[in-house]
C-alpha cells in the first residue's frame, strides 16, 4: 500500500511538472492547501476520489495516466526489466534501441 501512494504521488508530482505548474499553483487550482497537496506527492496520504477527478481534470489528464509508473521503480528493478525486454527483442529493433539509447550519451 504504502508503494502505492508513493507511485500515485510522484506520478501526480510528474504530470503537473510537466504541465510547467508549481505545487503552491497547483494546489490552489484544485482547491486544497499546498501542504495537503505535498502530502499527496510525497505519497504520506491518497487524496480522495473525488479530489483525484479534480487533479485529473484540473492536468486536462485521465486518471488512468496516474496509474502508468513503472519507469517510478527502483533503478536496479528496471535494469533487470530493461535487460530482459532486449534479450527477447529481434536484432533490428535491439540496433534501433541501441541508436536511441546513443542519443542520450
Do not use: W
Not at 34 to 39: G, N, T
Request: contains cysteine.
Amino acid at each position: 500500500m504504502q508503494n502505492t501512494k508513493k507511485y500515485l504521488g510522484a506520478r501526480i508530482q510528474e504530470i503537473r511538472k510537466l504541465k510547467g505548474l508549481k505545487q503552491n499553483e497547483f494546489a490552489e487550482l484544485v482547491g486544497i492547501d499546498s501542504k495537503h497537496m505535498s502530502k499527496i506527492e510525497c505519497g504520506r496520504c491518497f487524496p480522495s476520489f473525488e479530489l483525484l477527478d479534480k487533479i485529473a481534470q484540473s492536468l486536462n489528464t485521465p486518471v488512468a495516466l496516474f496509474l502508468e509508473n513503472d519507469h517510478l521503480e527502483d533503478r536496479e528493478i528496471l535494469t533487470q526489466k530493461l535487460i530482459s525486454d532486449l534479450q527477447k527483442m529481434s536484432d533490428e529493433k535491439f540496433r534501433q534501441i541501441y541508436r536511441i539509447v546513443q542519443t542520450f550519451n
